[in-house]
């Protein structure tokens, strides 16, 4: 099992990158996929989820810190994606695409990607 995250880089603040992340090596269709950031010196924390909710259907969650400036989605079973907008400098931070079976993000993951660095300059 793989998690391929990739669309970091350098933006301004303001500015806006996309996130994406593939899964690969099984359906991930029945787990929760989402993102998870860790900035220098701070603990991993979460930043936004697609939970599953039965069939074919996921929910959103995101971390108050985000919310109302990222965007995500699920594009299909094994892939999502986080729109950034209005960054902030405190967004700067290592993203981790993750995965969790059967439970929200909210209460951890089984997978994990290995991160792609996002950088907001003020």
């Known amino acids: 099992v793989q998690l391929q995250a990739c669309g970091g880089g350098l933006v301004q603040a303001g500015g806006c990158l996309r996130l994406?992340?593939?899964?690969?090596?099984?359906?991930?269709?029945?787990?929760?996929m989402g993102w998870f950031r860790q900035a220098p010196g701070k603990e991993r924390e979460f930043v936004a989820t697609?939970?599953?909710?039965?069939?074919?259907?996921?929910?959103a969650v995101y971390s108050d810190s985000v919310k109302g400036r990222f965007s995500i989605s699920r594009d299909n079973a094994n892939a999502v994606a986080l729109q950034m907008n209005s960054l902030k400098p405190e967004d700067t931070a290592v993203y981790y695409c993750?995965?969790?079976?059967?439970?929200?993000?909210?209460?951890?993951?089984?997978?994990w990607g290995q991160g792609t660095q996002v950088t907001v300059s003020s």
């Open positions: 994406s992340c593939a899964a690969s090596g099984r359906t991930f269709s029945r787990y929760a």
């Open positions: 993750a995965a969790g079976f059967g439970r929200s993000l909210l209460r951890g993951a089984d997978y």
């Open positions: 697609t939970d599953w909710t039965g069939g074919s259907t996921y929910s």
